[in-house]
């Protein structure tokens, strides 16, 4: 795999636990997030958004939560499986912008 | 996905000469977006569109231009390739009035 490649901090994580991963957005006036997954050789697939009037949202499997005082993100993915195996990262919207800011991304290795 | 197309999803070229990649879309989406993916670098937007004609750019344009002469394309042409644009580039869409970016599958492309 290819996608961010070699710089990546790794999570590495046994197959059924939970994984946590972690993002520190850079811009207070940011108003919406997006948690991104990209497997590899292929494009970052959505996964889940917050907005900033919000600290928790759920998907299915997925929850994001989001802690404006200290800018941090987080993504937690329940009952971790193989094919979550896959680079996370995620993205901020500045207000009144319509550009997207990325973060760097984290692998996860789901251990079988 | 969005109804993304890439084409060439691959390419070797030589320095010095023009390489043009394309974005394709289905759906009638306004804004339209190319983005290179380079190791500890992540995703960094090169140009945007958010309609026909109507471009600007993004954080790293130099060397690169677009054209959007219809909805459904968005050009990425390198004039002179160099070695420093050898990377994977993503196109993606934004949906009127939605935030999220929805990407394609990527073109990776090697200058030799």
Known sequence: GENVGLHLPT???????????NCAYSNSASDYFIWYKQESGKGPQFIIDIRSNMD???????????????KHLSLQIAATQPGDSAVY???ENQAAGNKLTFGGGTRVLVKP | DAGITQSPRHKVTETGTPVTLRCHQTENHRYMYWYRQDPGHGLRLIHYSYGVKDTDKGEVSDGYSVSRSKTEDF??????ATSSQTSVYFCAIRREGRETQYFGPGTRLLVL
């Open chain 1, 11 to 21: 999570l590495s994580v046994q197959e059924g636990d939970n994984s946590i991963i």
């Open chain 1, 56 to 70: 928790k949202r759920q998907g299915q499997r997925v929850t994001v939560l989001l802690n404006k005082t200290v």
């Open chain 1, 89 to 91: 990262f995620c993205a």
């Open chain 2, 75 to 80: 050009l990425l042409t390198l004039e002179s």
